[in-house]
Nanobody
Framework: VQLQASGGGLVQAGGSLTLSCAVS????????VGWFRQVPGKERDFVAA????????YYADSVKGRFTIARDNAKNTVYLQMSRLKPEDTAVYYC????????????????WGEGTLVTVSS
């Protein structure tokens, strides 16, 4: 499975941005797709995920109510809509695919895309 994340950029605090994760080379509909983010010197943190089996979304507490994850099975793409962005949301965002038992664990995802940088200015 190959993943390609896109949509990062520079945005002012309070603004919005939508990231896309295009998935290819596998059976998209059976993949749980997650978004993680990482700042230099820190671990990669869970942001959101959507399960293949139920389409149920899951969010980190820090983004709940501001971010929305959605999948388009026809386009093999998962989106992360980010609103009310804060400077602390600045990070490189990665998407990952797999069939994790624990969706917040990076080690339980099989495939990762290149990251896309999101910078939120104050």
């Amino acid at each position: 499975v190959q993943l390609q994340a896109s949509g990062g950029g520079l945005v002012q605090a309070g603004g919005s941005l939508t990231l896309s994760c295009a998935v290819s080379g596998g059976t998209f509909i059976t993949q749980t797709v997650g978004w993680f983010r990482q700042v230099p010197g820190k671990e990669r943190d869970f942001v959101a995920a959507i399960r293949w089996s139920s389409d149920s979304p899951y969010y980190a507490d820090s983004v709940k109510g501001r971010f929305t994850i959605a999948r388009d099975n026809a386009k093999n793409t998962v989106y992360l809509q980010m609103s009310r962005l804060k400077p602390e949301d600045t990070a490189v965002y990665y998407c990952a695919a797999g069939r994790p038992s624990l969706i917040v664990r990076t080690t339980q995802y099989d495939s990762w895309g290149e990251g896309t940088l999101v910078t939120v200015s104050s």
